[in-house]
């Protein structure tokens, strides 16, 4: 992408010079920043200070938000205005704790929802996916679910037409149950 | 009620059987969401890290309707052919293709000009497939641009003249040798 410096943020389309291709290119200051250098931390000087838990001979400058060892500036992981130790993010992305440090999931309730409802019309599907359903809804119950539609409405919906769907087998067999005792009885 | 913590922004309305994609607005970031079966990944845009937003005109929307186009047509003559030979079954299946084959022809008309939008920061530029369209591209840059500037503090537009002119002729290469890169210093420090 190659624009003139006068072409930059502008409200319309304008030709790449060199590809021609239509661009509208919108920048902002932190085009300009310089990138920051790592913290490395300072030394303590004095015996009576704070110092980092990873690091006793640096001073610490703030204690990790989730369990309060102290850190020096090397050992600071600042996220979203959040301060961690390299332990307790590590800890927070396996556990799947720390929300903005996800970047999939499986949906669990919509896997639920989707065997509910895809078999209906097929009908004897319904005697094993019914179940399934039941299971994948209440083992996954508190399974993180979509980070934009955060609701168990699906968990929900799943269960309720997967219970109507167990319940119609059960007084299927009942039912036949009952006429194969008077048939014989 | 609690605040929704994210706001939709735009979805690809065109792509229901593949990857679906959409574009939601966070507190502090742009979330593009890649649905793909009971799969969601996320990538997350901080309004404090981006650094620009290109929107490329693409020949996307043209494309589609010429295929469609060409389908819709292929398929009106079939109709008419059914309606002369007098197939009761002929005619219901063929304008029931021509009807799935004129919807799709004219949501893409409706959803206007094709475009593919790039998010750059320092680490990554990423194409943001949800904002395919160049109504949403610009309402969705139009919605994140005070909040860019809120959280990276706004710069006039001659003072970001003068400094995209200063970043150009900075990586036009000169005759002298080049300067150690940042890591080697960083490295040079350690040692030291």
């Known amino acids: ?185 | 009620m609690a605040e929704r913590e994210y706001r939709p922004l735009a979805r690809n309305l065109l792509r229901p059987f593949v990857s679906r994609y959409s574009a939601w607005l966070g507190r502090d970031h742009l979330l593009s969401v890649e649905s793909k079966g009971f799969h969601e990944r996320y990538r997350r845009f901080y309004f404090r890290d981006i650094q620009l937003v290109a929107i490329r005109g693409t020949s996307r929307r043209a494309t589609l309707n010429w295929i469609l186009a060409g389908s819709l047509l292929l398929f009106l003559l079939l109709t008419i052919a059914s309606f002369r030979s007098g197939g009761r079954f002929l005619e219901v299946i063929t304008l029931i293709a021509d009807v799935f084959i004129a919807t799709p022809l004219v949501i893409n008309n409706i959803l206007g000009p094709s475009c593919d939008v790039y998010v750059r920061t320092a680490v990554q530029e990423v194409r943001v497939p949800a904002l395919g369209r160049l109504r949403s591209a610009r309402k969705t840059l139009n919605l994140i641009r005070p909040l860019i500037e809120t959280a990276q503090g706004a710069m006039t537009s001659i003072e970001m003249m003068g400094r995209l002119g200063a970043l150009q002729s900075a990586r036009t290469p000169g005759p002298q040798s080049p300067a150690k890169d940042t890591t080697e210093q960083q490295l040079d420090q350690i040692e030291s």
Request: hydrophobic letters at 45%; charged letters at 15%; proline letters at 5%.
């Open chain 1, 1 to 185: 992408m190659l624009l003139a410096a006068g072409a930059v943020n502008q409200a319309t389309l304008i030709p790449c010079t060199a590809c021609h291709s239509p661009l509208q290119i919108e920048t902002f200051p932190a085009l300009f920043r310089q990138s920051q250098r790592g913290e490395l931390g300072t030394a303590a000087l004095m015996d009576d200070e704070s110092t980092c838990f990873n690091h006793p001979a640096k001073q610490a400058v703030i204690p990790c938000q989730n369990c309060g060892r102290f850190l020096c500036a090397l050992c600071d992981c600042e996220l979203g205005g959040e301060h961690f130790c390299p332990s307790c993010l590590e800890a927070g992305r396996a556990t799947r704790k720390i929300k903005s440090l996800e970047n999939q999931r499986t949906l669990y309730d919509s896997i639920a929802l989707t065997l509910a409802i895809a078999p209906i019309f097929t009908l004897y599907f319904t005697l094993v996916t019914a179940p399934m359903s039941l299971y994948v809804a209440i083992r996954h119950w508190n399974a993180p679910r979509s980070i934009v539609h955060p609701t168990r409405a699906r968990s929900i919906l799943a269960i309720i037409l997967a219970s109507i769907q167990v319940v119609g087998w059960v007084s299927i067999f009942v039912l036949l149950y009952s006429l194969y005792q008077r048939r014989n009885g």
